[in-house]
C-alpha cells in the first residue's frame, strides 16, 4: 500500500468513522523535530508555485526563527493518516483599522492529497488560534492563477482586496533605501 496517495488506501474498514476524510486528517502544532519536514514543504510549495530558486530560508533559519528564544512564527502540520502531507505557517499581524490578527504566509497540501479537507482543517486550526488568542482576523495572499485555492477561499467566506497590492522591498531596494538620510 502506498500512504503517499490517498486513492491506493484500504477503503473503509467497519470500525471505522463513517466521516472517512475527518477520521483520517490529524492537525498538529509543528515540534523542532519537524523542522526538515517544514523545509521540505517549503520547497514543495515553492516548486507548486513556480518559483523554486526563490526559497532562501535553511532548515537553521527555520530552527532560530520559529523554535528559537523569541518565536517569529508558528507551524501547524496537516497529517493524512499518520503521514505529514501539508502545513500552514502564520503569525502575528497587527491592522490599524482592524485591530490584532494572524497573517497566514503558507498554507499547502501535497498535490496528491488535495480535495481530502486538509488545507480546510489547516484554515480551521488558524481560525480556532485567531478566535481563542482574541485576534479580529487572518490575512493572507493567493496567487491570481491558483483558481482551487480562490474557489476555497470564497466557498470558507473568505473576502478579496482586489483594490490591493502586495508590495515587497528586499535586497539591494532594501539595502539601498535603508542608506537614505532621514
Not at 520559529?66 to 517569529?72: S, V
Not at 483599522?97 to 497540501?109: C, K, M, Q, S, T
Not at 491558483?146 to 532594501?174: C, H
Amino acid at each position: 500500500m502506498n500512504l503517499t496517495n490517498p486513492a491506493e488506501l484500504h477503503p473503509l474498514q467497519e470500525h471505522e468513522s463513517k466521516d472517512t476524510k475527518n477520521s483520517m486528517i490529524t492537525i498538529r502544532v509543528a515540534t523542532i523535530d519537524d523542522v526538515a519536514l517544514i523545509r521540505r514543504l517549503i520547497a514543495e510549495l515553492a516548486e507548486y508555485e513556480r518559483e523554486p530558486d526563490q526559497v532562501r530560508t535553511t532548515e537553521a533559519d527555520i530552527t532560530r526563527d520559529g523554535f528559537g528564544a523569541n518565536p517569529q512564527f508558528r507551524v501547524l502540520i496537516g497529517e493524512w493518516r499518520g503521514e505529514p502531507v501539508g502545513f500552514a505557517v502564520f503569525f502575528h499581524y497587527y491592522s490599524t483599522w482592524r485591530g490584532p490578527g494572524l497573517y497566514l504566509e503558507d498554507l499547502f497540501v501535497l498535490p496528491d492529497f488535495r480535495g481530502q479537507g486538509i488545507g480546510t482543517a489547516l484554515l480551521t486550526r488558524v481560525a480556532r488560534t485567531a478566535e481563542q488568542e482574541g485576534r479580529v482576523f487572518i490575512r493572507w495572499a493567493v496567487l491570481n492563477w491558483n483558481q482551487p485555492a480562490i474557489d476555497m477561499y470564497k466557498s470558507l467566506g473568505a473576502n478579496f482586496l482586489d483594490d490591493w497590492r502586495i508590495v515587497l522591498l528586499t535586497g539591494e531596494g532594501l539595502r539601498k533605501l535603508a542608506k537614505e538620510d532621514c
